[in-house]
């Protein structure tokens, strides 16, 4: 396992995917190999070349050559170092405080090498890595590719007739080698998304007490209270650039799942590294577990979570407290802090609690506001009207409705030169009350007020579409079927190509299927999901769905985030995003009715996202790492980690 400064004692089992180690204990000389990463300045290169550094005495040579040529030189200068994404040695880079203090990895050999999801390499261990680790014996004789051991995966994966054998098949993967995962899910993103992420992480969630094996993040619970940072420290990796955390509050459309809620976290990071190159050792996984209210957990047998109901007020403000304080402690002013599937009462008001002191993003407002926004931003070129000429209607005020809301009238603000008050106009919400109106101002949550505009009280969807007339309808209310055939139908008696995006998740919720909008439009609609849904065939056309999911832009604007040194989010970034993910759409895409680009392109659309939010975050005075690269595509390129094995020597 890897242990900093500590290169004799060696994990003897990972508890996790991460390597955490449940007990350190002595192994025989013999059987350590150090890889030594010296205080290296920027000028050390690891363009395809071995690094060897010797340690002195019985610490024998090592180390591992990569493939990826990981410094590259941007603008003339070594962009690297500094703590930052780049996986400069194919190992993880130190933060800058250690680029002045020799820090050393020990990599256990044998036995405990094959144990350790981060250097485990299965059957591509060559002859030479199996003589010089230990490994003659342990391994059958054959040597494989890290190709094929890709193919015989995905062959393996097809084979489970349920998603969830699947999620299991991927997450024992991710725990036993760590690097074959990530090289499987970037090469066939289209198809493991749906695996390790919505619909199917939402069923494994449910199920997360009963399929439990070992965890893959940290649980803050109310028993830690007081002593998080010392539960932080349990966590093996320090060099720590993304958080995501929940509280398991709202997960997804499936609402309070408590502790369960981790398999959130642990997909969403994987996104951040597969998706964004951000590398898996920078990403935690964190649920805060101060109860929950689901009567049918607190009474399974299987549950893994605190049994009571859930904390609130100053119990719940004080624990999330000293977590926010921890994290910045420990990891610094630059550690991005995502909230996940927090429930609205919290999530706004945490936000805005840290939004001035930390670097805060909440996905569920902020992220999915900007690919929506972009969605309708590439839109105009398949319906021809600007933003501001379109009406929208909302089914869903939550977090999700209204963060998009306030998102598209900045947008339409910014475009037009009208206040924003203008600029809301056009946009109307309807929440489990009915169509929100002046009339309601007073019993309104805050963040629905500013919809709350003069119009008649109507109960429900189809009234509300009959007489706001919108041109794009917008499900976030993570209701299933909400949007009927009456309300299809209506959509598309008001309009030659509406736009109808169903966004809840999983799919269960979701407003209405991709061949229902299809079909109850007459083909015409222009249709975006939050799950995916399959190609639907309606009168001898094919229709491909888009999917209007927020993981097209958290790993790209993380990433941004973490490579300029952001130390606050400001929502121009958004819009950046929005605008960067928008201009990658192809004429190929509109072609087939797409508003989004495809999840197999991801890498490079992310590289974009990062580099338009890393410009703002300059253009703002938000960005510590200076000088500010020229080409910003091309250093976010060259900050993703990649999964090609590393050559032990
Ligand atoms: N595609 C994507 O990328 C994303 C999708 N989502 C999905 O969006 C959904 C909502 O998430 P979020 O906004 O965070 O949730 P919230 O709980 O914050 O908001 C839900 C909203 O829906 C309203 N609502 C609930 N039931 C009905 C109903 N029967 N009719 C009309 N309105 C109703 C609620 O009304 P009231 O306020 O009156 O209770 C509330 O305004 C979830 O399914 C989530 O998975 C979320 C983020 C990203
Ligand atoms: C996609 C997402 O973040 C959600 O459904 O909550
Ligand atoms: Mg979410």
């Not at 030594?36 to 363009?47: F, G, S, V, Y």
Request: proline share 5%; hydrophobic share 40%.
């Amino acid at each position: 396992m890897l242990s900093l400064n500590r290169s004799c004692f060696l994990s003897s089992s990972g508890v996790n995917g991460s390597g955490i180690a449940a007990k350190r204990h002595r192994v025989p000389a013999a059987h350590v190999r150090v890889a030594c990463l010296r205080p290296m300045k920027a000028e050390a290169t690891t363009n395809g070349g071995d690094m060897s550094v010797a340690m002195g005495g019985a610490m024998k040579e090592i180390l591992l050559s990569h493939d990826n040529s990981a410094t590259a030189d941007v603008d003339g200068e070594l962009a690297t170092m500094n703590g930052d994404v780049k996986d400069v040695y194919g190992e993880d880079s130190p933060p800058e405080d250690q680029l002045v203090t020799p820090w050393s990895v020990s990599v256990a050999s044998g036995y405990s090498l094959l144990r350790d999801p981060h250097h485990n390499k299965g059957l591509a261990f060559s002859e030479k890595e199996r003589d010089a680790h230990y490994l003659r014996g342990l391994l059958p004789p054959t040597i494989v590719s890290h190709e094929l051991q890709v193919k015989k995966m995905m062959h393996n994966i097809r084979q489970y007739q349920l998603p969830l054998q699947k999620y299991m098949a991927m997450m024992d993967l991710q725990e036993m080698n760590e690097r074959l995962f990530y090289k499987l899910l970037m090469d066939n993103v289209e198809e493991l998304l749906p695996v390790v992420y919505t619909p199917t992480v939402g069923e494994a969630c449910q199920k997360y007490g009963s399929i439990f094996r070992r965890p893959q993040g940290l649980y803050i619970s109310l028993k830690e209270k007081g002593r998080i940072r010392e539960v932080l420290k349990n966590w093996p990796e320090r060099n720590i650039q993304v958080i995501v955390v929940t509280d398991g509050e709202r997960i997804l459309g499936l609402g309070d799942l408590g502790c369960q809620g981790m398999g959130i976290p642990v997909g969403k990071l994987s996104l951040y590294t597969a998706l964004g190159g951000v590398r898996p050792s920078a990403c935690l996984p964190v649920t805060i577990d101060v109860g929950t209210n689901n009567e049918k957990l607190l009474n399974d047998e299987f549950y893994i979570g605190l049994r009571q109901r859930r904390a609130t007020g100053q119990e719940y403000a004080e624990l999330l407290h000293e977590f926010m304080c921890a994290v910045k402690q420990n990891y610094g002013e630059r550690v991005l802090i995502q909230f996940e599937d927090f429930a609205n009462h919290n999530a706004f008001d945490l936000l805005a609690k840290y939004g001035t002191t930390h670097l805060v993003f909440n996905d569920d407002i902020q992220g999915t506001a900007s690919v929506v926004l972009a969605g309708l931003i590439a839109a105009q070129k398949l319906v021809g009207a600007s933003l501001a000429d379109h009406r929208y209607l909302f089914l869903g005020a939550g977090e999700a409705g209204t963060g998009i809301a306030e998102l598209i009238a900045l947008e339409i603000s910014k475009q037009t030169n009208v206040p924003l008050d203008l600029a809301r106009q056009n946009i109307w919400l309807v929440d489990s009350k009915g169509l929100i109106v002046s009339s309601r101002k007073e019993t309104l949550q805050h963040f629905k007020k500013p919809w709350a505009h003069e119009h008649k009280p109507l109960q429900n969807l189809v009234d509300a579409v009959k007489a706001i007339r919108p041109t794009v309808l917008i499900g976030t209310s993570g209701v299933g079927r909400t949007f009927t055939k009456e309300v299809v139908e209506t959509m598309a008696s008001l309009n030659e190509k509406p736009i109808i995006l169903a966004l809840s998740n999983p799919t269960s919720q979701s407003e209405c299927t991709a061949q229902e909008a299809y079909r109850w439009s007459e083909g015409r609609a222009i249709f975006a999901s939050g799950s995916p849904f399959s190609p639907v065939e309606y009168e001898g056309k094919v229709f491909v769905p888009g999917q209007a999911n927020n993981a097209y832009i958290f790993p790209g604007f993380g990433l941004g985030l973490i490579m300029s040194g952001a130390i606050h989010v400001h929502d121009a970034m958004l819009l950046a995003a929005s605008e960067a993910l928008a201009a990658q759409v192809t004429q190929e895409n509109f072609d087939k009715g797409l508003i989004y680009p495809p999840f197999s392109n991801i890498r490079k659309i992310s590289a974009n996202i990062a580099a338009s939010v890393a410009v703002k975050a300059y253009e703002l005075g938000l960005a510590t790492r200076l000088p500010q690269p020229v080409d910003l595509v091309k250093f976010a390129e060259s900050c993703m980690y990649s999964p090609a094995y590393r050559n032990y020597r």
